[in-house]
């Protein structure tokens, strides 16, 4: 078996002939050929052995070379850097070398970055496909000829939350909604197979799980063979006006609702026999039908006379006084459901008085009251919880195994837990002059004061890495996170932090990156094949990378010997050409350059440059030959890559149902799709040549050249409304122009890229809508003047009464021993009459006030204080122990008004409704919803509610669940419409004896807009 001489590796290396140079693990220059030494302007002695920050000067702010080699160690990865070179600025390509038998890096091979080639014009043409497709406002997808996906843009990624292509089904017809994705799915089929363009209205799921209607089309892209290669497809957002006209009518539906609700259970009776001629049909239905009209209550609703109410109708009718009951429990049999309801009722029985003053009748009046005192028993529970948890969450902060500490927001430290006395031996920052800073290592100042001045000015999250003195002297890494918390302003209130010790963690990553090798075979690091040749031309030497790219053996010695079967792997085209060009270059002595195709392991051929240089002796003589083959395959390939993207682009923009244009720097028109020239009539030279005014109307053209020519000369994001001529009818159309520069690495706008959308339709359905907006202004001003005549009209007679039974008070005299308990009575009940009339115009007024109010940012342990506050009475006669927690979700957006009638009506029910053997106990918090969004949660010890018996009518107005204290039956109604006006949603879950949860979920500020529109 012939040997081959080994390889000297340091001539190899300098044989090279592009610039190459090898730094060790500690960034020392190792090594460095001619051709880098020529490229640095430095001899090699000048090079070899001096530190890398010496002998290759960084250039701009950045990682120093430690910190690269790292880096380098680390991610095994290339980078480019910048460096200061003898011709300017020049880009550095660093390419990590491990050794051979472990993971440790052993040298950093250094060259200049590759020019750019057609690459960059490829990627440039799919960054314009993938910019225009990120940027139009639809969700856009791609998918092979057979259907099957192969892109979607990050707007269909982000709507559908879906992992893209990545998952296990990731066809686009997997978020349809399941009514429509059978006939979705087969038209779909249809369409693959006839190669037809598609098109459908669907509902898309969202990533919250909510559907939405989508106009979603696809064409088919065709390869120049008239093959169908590809299909692009859309969806554009339509749900906005499928669903408008619902919202309406539910708008109407609501003011219809309130216009019939009542109150109160309420019922005339006239005679002495007490004759029904009107009963409320939330009585009715609370007796299952029993109370009916032309009947006497004595016939038909025996409770009447059972629990004593006869006698209160006959005294009423009989001394022509109105009599008052707080709070009284009453039993209804309900006779469809044989249920039984006991509930505490404020009964009102006012004599009803002809025209000549003649008691006629009897007004009966009930209001549930029994919320009110289960509301008073929970607030009062609720204010001890708060007391107590206060106190918890301390104790669990100075707990925990770390340092905690808040900051003003202008960085000043106000508040250290214990452990910070612990570990730096200072208990306090307070006094003795010290700063916190003293405690940082001094290396270590300048970068955290940037990194904390950079997150106040962008107000968000602060994290940093920092070595801190401990009482020992000795310096130890922690890991500083600190969080900034605004208040109801959205002003910066308060910075809260921890450090958190990482020492051990920093120094097993320094002895990982101390154990590194420093050397390793440095020629088989170079990304190129190596060869030599002797004076008569013949192979003698092939690197380890021709081996691995041809899949010869190594030890075979036919590859070198006589028969060269290393020419084998060359094309058969190509190796006579090789073989001339290599016995040329022996003639005449000079270097060589040429391309040739090589065969890979697995049988397909790449081009290579093939470049070779000769040693000279001393007489001139060729003594041997040194070279490198490096793969341009993709040179190639990227040619018609090029190609193809273009088409791509242009077809994508000719495909979509908008106006797109792309502008040069300069605001030049460069491009117009086909749907702009057809739209328009103007072709790119016409629009070129005299512009784009003449499409605006006289009045709005001046405006429209001026903002696109001012964003351009700015470099901001355009966005323009005006109306644009079509050429088929001369008809002048509103449209929405957007665009966006693309820049290039250097932030220098390499071009424009904009749509113009029709929206035309949208600007007549606005007008539809402002006009229907003024009608519901209209009805609400209807409203209101309702609510003003109904509380007026029944103020009236009320204050007639009142006047009459305190003339008769004066004037009168009773021998009755109980006259003064029933002129109490009657007095309550005047007082209670107004109550309600003033409850039935708050909750109107509460309804109207969701048209109007706009959200804001609410802090909800502020507000939750100030109803506590408002009910602390309540609390305090109950004893009840109240406890928030809102660390998880401190504030949101609500109309601040509402989410106050929210909170009071929870919690002075939770109060009021208590349980009669314990002290309420209320808890309030907050948390974050999986799918997103808000729930805040209200959790009571109290009585409970029967859901199985009351669930249908819980949220119903003036239902009432228990009879024991008094109240109107609108806190829980009211709460129900506030929540779902906000786009919210009310649950509760209760179990009788032990307590009550209603948990309000709350959408993201910006889904719970779109839902109360």
């Not at 109306?723 to 088929?728: D, I, K, P, Q, V």
């Not at 003339?807 to 009168?812: D, F, K, N, P, T």
Request: aromatic residues 8%; charged residues 25%; glycine residues 6%.
């Amino acid at each position: 078996m012939l040997s081959s001489p080994a390889p000297d590796f340091g001539l190899l290396f300098d044989a090279l002939p592009t610039p190459h140079l090898a730094l060790t693990a500690d960034h020392t220059v190792a090594a460095a050929n001619a051709a880098m030494c020529q490229w640095l302007g430095r001899p090699v002695a000048a090079l070899v052995g001096t530190d890398a920050a010496t002998a290759l000067p960084l250039a701009g702010p950045g990682p120093d070379w430690q910190e690269l080699l790292r880096a380098l160690g680390q991610h095994r990865r290339e980078l480019t850097v910048q460096l200061h070179t003898p011709a300017g600025l020049q880009a550095l390509l660093l390419r990590p070398v491990p050794a051979e038998a472990a993971a440790e890096l052993r040298y950093v091979l250094a060259l200049p970055a590759p020019p750019p080639t057609a690459a960059a014009g490829v990627r440039r043409q799919q960054e314009q496909f993938r910019f225009l497709s990120e940027f139009i406002p639809q969700l856009v997808w791609t998918t092979n000829a057979q259907g099957q996906p192969d892109y979607f843009n990050q707007r269909w990624l982000d709507y559908t939350g879906l992992p893209g292509l990545s998952a296990p089904d990731p066809a686009w017809t997997t978020a349809l909604h399941p009514t429509d994705a059978p006939a979705a799915a087969q038209r779909w089929q249809l369409a693959l197979a006839g190669a037809e363009p598609y098109r459908a209205e669907l509902r898309l799921r969202a990533h919250d799980g909510r559907y939405r209607w989508f106009l979603v089309q696809a064409l088919p892209l065709r390869s120049a063979q008239g093959r169908v290669s590809q299909w692009l497809g859309t969806c554009t957002d339509i749900d906005d006006a499928k669903r408008v006209q619902q919202r309406l009518l539910a708008k109407d539906r609501q003011l219809q609702q309130i216009l019939g609700e009542v109150p109160a259970y309420v019922a005339t009776l006239f005679g002495t026999e007490h004759i029904c001629s009107f009963v409320t049909p939330n009585f009715q239905a609370l007796l299952g039908g029993r109370l009916r009209v032309g009947w006497s209550v004595r016939e038909t609703v025996a409770e009447f006379q059972e629990q004593g109410l006869l006698d209160l109708l006959d005294e009423a009718y009989r001394s022509g006084r109105t009599l008052t009951q707080p709070a009284r429990l009453l039993d209804w049999l309900n006779a469809v459901t044989g249920q039984h309801t006991r509930r505490y009722y404020d009964l009102t029985l006012q004599p009803l008085l002809t025209e000549q003053g003649l008691v006629q009748g009897v007004l009966f009046f009930a209001i549930d009251a029994t919320e009110r005192v289960q509301a008073q028993q929970r607030s009062e529970r609720l204010a001890a919880a708060g007391r107590r948890r206060n106190e918890q969450v301390r104790s669990m902060t100075e707990a925990l195994p770390l340092i905690s500490f808040s900051q003003a927001p202008s960085g000043r430290i106000v508040y250290v837990s214990p452990q910070w006395g612990h570990y730096t031996g200072v208990p306090t920052l307070a006094g003795r002059g010290r700063d916190w800073r003293s405690f940082v290592h001094p290396d270590d100042l300048a970068p955290v004061a940037t990194s904390f001045a950079r997150a106040r000015r962008a107000r968000t999250p602060w994290t940093t890495q920092l070595r801190l003195r401990r009482h020992d002297g000795h310096y130890c890494w922690h890991l500083v996170r600190s969080l900034p918390v605004f208040d109801a302003q959205d002003r910066l209130s308060r910075w809260y932090g921890s450090l958190t010790d990482v020492h051990e963690q920093q120094e097993l990553h320094e002895r990982l990156r101390r154990s590194e090798e420093r050397f390793r075979f440095l020629t088989q690091s170079v990304p190129h094949i190596i060869w030599t040749a002797d004076a008569a031309g013949r192979l003698d030497y092939l690197s380890p990378q021709w081996f691995r790219l041809t899949g010869q053996n190594p030890q075979d010695p036919a590859v070198l010997g006589p028969e060269a079967g290393w020419q084998l792997a060359l094309h058969p085209s190509d190796a006579a050409a090789t073989r001339a060009r290599l016995l040329t270059a022996l003639q005449t002595r000079r270097s060589f350059m040429m391309e040739a195709r090589l065969r890979r392991r697995d049988g397909q051929y790449r081009w290579h440059l093939v470049h070779g240089v000769p040693e000279l002796g001393p007489d001139g003589e060729v003594l041997r030959f040194f070279g490198s083959n490096t793969d341009i395959h993709e040179q190639y390939e990227l040619q018609a890559e090029l190609r193809r993207s273009e088409v791509e682009f242009r077809f994508l923009a000719d495909s979509i149902p908008q106006l797109v244009w792309t502008l040069e720097p300069d605001g030049t028109p460069s491009f117009l799709n086909e749907e702009w020239q057809k739209y328009t009539g103007l072709t790119l030279p016409e629009v070129q040549q005299h512009g784009w005014g003449t499409l605006v109307p006289e009045p709005e053209r001046a405006l429209a050249e001026r903002t696109l020519g001012d964003n351009v000369r700015l470099g901001r994001v355009h966005e323009h409304e005006n109306r644009l001529r079509r050429a088929a009818d001369g008809q002048y159309r509103w449209h929405l122009h957007r665009a966006r520069p693309m820049r290039d690495a250097d932030g220098r706008i390499v071009r424009w890229f904009g749509t113009s959308t029709d929206i035309d339709d949208y600007k007549r359905f606005q007008h539809e809508v402002e006009a229907r907006n003024a009608e519901l202004v209209r009805i609400n001003q209807d409203l209101d003047n309702f609510v003003y005549t109904a509380s007026h009209d029944l103020r009236q007679p009320i204050d007639n009464m009142g006047g009459i039974f305190h003339e008769l008070v004066r004037s009168a005299r009773f021998d009755d021993p109980e006259a003064p308990a029933l002129v109490t009575m009657f007095e309550h009940s005047l007082e209670q009459i107004y109550t309600t009339i003033q409850e039935l115009s708050a909750l109107v007024q509460a309804q109207k006030h969701n048209l109007t109010a706009a959200p804001e940012q609410v802090r909800l342990e502020r507000l939750t204080q100030e109803v506590l506050h408002s009910i602390g009475e309540q609390i305090r006669n109950t004893g009840a122990v109240v406890e928030t927690d809102f660390a998880e979700v401190p504030a949101v957006e609500f109309i601040r008004p509402n989410l106050q009638s929210v909170l009071y009506n929870l919690l002075s029910n939770a109060v009021k409704y208590r349980a009669p053997d314990r002290p309420p106990r209320i808890r309030v918090w907050t948390q974050r919803l999986p799918a997103g969004g808000t729930q805040l949660t209200v959790q009571d010890n109290g009585l409970g509610i029967d859901l199985a018996r009351h669930g249908k009518d819980l949220f119903q107005l003036f239902r009432r669940f228990h009879d024991h204290v008094p109240g109107s039956g609108t806190g829980l109604y009211l709460v129900q419409r506030l929540v779902q006006a906000h786009g919210g949603q009310l649950e509760v879950e209760s179990q009788v004896g032990e307590g009550t949860t209603f948990r309000v979920k709350l959408p993201n500020a910006e889904n719970g807009a779109a839902r109360a529109e």
